[in-house]
T-cell receptor, first 113, second 112 residues
């Protein structure tokens, strides 16, 4: 299994509060991704990173920000959580762009009340 | 708009049956097609296909890509209860973006 750890695994919080999810990898892979998974939508890309301090937006980036200060850590922040951000969040990593598959962490289940 | 469509949405079979899962796509700048298996947690990688007509095989699972007709199939022979999962298809876009577009998955249930 790819060495990917997501924390926390579960979180319940209230609308309007800030939330930070962490993805930690031990594979030294350059590329990291944040997805959300919702019924009827499949996995959708929120943000991704192609190196330390290098990030870009995915298809559903509104309301989310990311940071990558070290190769092994990729943080996803909801500045002011809304109920529409209740979802399961997955982190993925990839060794190289395009030629290798992405491997996923076990996910964080986030509920915003 | 790029899209990936999987069918059927769900499938119920008995152990020993053979199943075929379908994935069709309409995307700009196709690069690759990937299959994942998702049980309760992380999607786990099964296959990555980039060339048309070449079958990838791993045990009882196999997959093939048709780039002319824009689809792929995933076959599972002699199904077992451990094959019960959601199977996800994803299409990788051009080499410049490395983005994956996912289908909504096919839920397979295998009963003894």
């Amino acid at each position: 299994d790819a060495g990917i750890t997501q924390s926390p695994r579960h979180k319940v919080t209230e609308t309007g509060t800030p939330v930070t999810l962490r993805c930690h990898q031990t594979e030294n892979h350059r590329y990291m991704y944040w997805y959300r998974q919702d019924p009827g939508h499949g996995l959708r890309l929120i943000h991704y990173s192609y190196g330390v301090k290098d990030t870009d937006k995915g298809e559903v980036s509104d309301g989310y920000s990311v940071s990558r200060s070290k190769t092994e850590d990729f943080l996803l922040t909801l500045e002011s959580a809304t109920s529409s951000q209740t979802s399961v969040y997955f982190c993925a990593i990839s060794e190289s762009k395009g030629n290798q598959p992405q491997h996923f962490g076990d996910g964080t289940r986030l509920s915003i009340l | 708009e790029d899209k990936v469509v999987q069918s059927p949405l769900s499938l119920v079979v008995h152990e020993g049956d053979t199943v075929t899962l379908n994935c069709s796509y309409e995307v700009t700048n196709f690069r690759s097609l990937l299959w994942y298996k998702q049980e309760k947690k992380a999607p786990t990688f099964l296959f990555m296909l980039t060339s048309s007509g070449i079958e990838k095989k791993s045990g009882r699972l196999s997959s093939i890509l048709d780039k002319k007709e824009l689809f792929s199939i995933l076959n599972i022979t002699a199904t077992q209860t451990g094959d019960s999962a959601v199977y996800l298809c994803a299409v990788g876009l051009s080499y410049n973006t490395d983005k994956l577009i996912f289908g909504t998955g096919t839920r397979l249930q295998v009963f003894p």
